[in-house]
């Protein structure tokens, strides 16, 4: 399960949703009325959305490892992302902000991921004892 991305839950959440019907997705989870008297709905696509975000914490918490297995991770992450991609460009159902920001969620995961595994990877080279330290080869 730890090479799984776990976005590919949120995405494939909102692609069954939006492929059985558009109307699901705009169905109301809760609709609260503010003290300002504004009604506040939160739907199903928002609640993928929420999902999808504590998802993506997730995601970078992963990326923090320094494995074979978490280089492993960020390729898988990179197809899903290419995929929600392709999915967003050519799925007519998937044509939406919705999705366009769960896709924007999975880039942050990739480009997060690579970033914080390169920075733990170059914290992890020693670093003196060189060439270029300064210190005399006799």
């Known amino acids: 399960m730890r090479l799984v991305p776990l976005m ?4 494939a959440a909102y692609a069954v949703v939006a492929l ?6 705009a169905a109301a989870v809760v609709a609260v009325t503010l003290p300002s008297g504004s009604v506040w709905t939160f739907d199903v696509a928002d609640l ?10 997730v995601e970078i918490l992963k ?5 074979v297995a978490a280089a492993l991770d960020h390729g898988l992450s990179m197809l899903v992302c290419v995929a929600a991609l392709l999915g967003f460009l ?3 159902a998937l044509g939406t ?5 769960l896709f924007l969620m999975t880039l942050i995961d990739v480009v997060a991921g ?3 595994s390169l920075m733990g990877a170059r914290r ?3 670093y003196g004892g060189g060439f270029g330290d300064g210190a005399s080869r006799d």
């Open 114 to 116: 690579f970033t914080v």
């Open 90 to 92: 050519l799925v007519p």
């Open 63 to 67: 990326a923090t490892r320094t494995s």
């Open 124 to 126: 992890d080279i020693g």
């Open 48 to 57: 993928i959305l929420a999902f999808g975000l504590v998802l993506l914490f």
């Open 97 to 101: 902000s919705d999705f366009f920001l």
């Open 20 to 25: 059985s019907g558009e109307t699901l997705l």
């Open 8 to 11: 590919l839950l949120a995405l």
